[in-house]
């Protein structure tokens, strides 16, 4: 017989691991700084676009 055949840990679907801030509900800071990190790429994004556009108008 196998060793774990009693443990049956994770038989019916395994939990997402959370990490120390997720247990003691720091989460929504946690996604407010996603935003705007999020916030950030989007506006690093619209500045490299313009410069590209404004080199190709100058050629």
């Known amino acids: 017989m196998a060793k774990g055949r009693n443990n049956l ?9 959370l990490s120390r801030a ?6 929504p800071a946690r996604a407010a700084d996603r935003r705007a990190s999020a916030d950030q790429k ?15 108008a100058q050629d």
């Open 9 to 17: 840990l994770g038989v019916g679907g395994q939990r997402r691991k």
């Open 42 to 56: 989007q506006d690093l994004l619209r500045k490299m676009r313009e410069r590209a556009q404004g080199a190709e």
């Open 22 to 27: 997720d247990q003691q509900g720091s989460a």
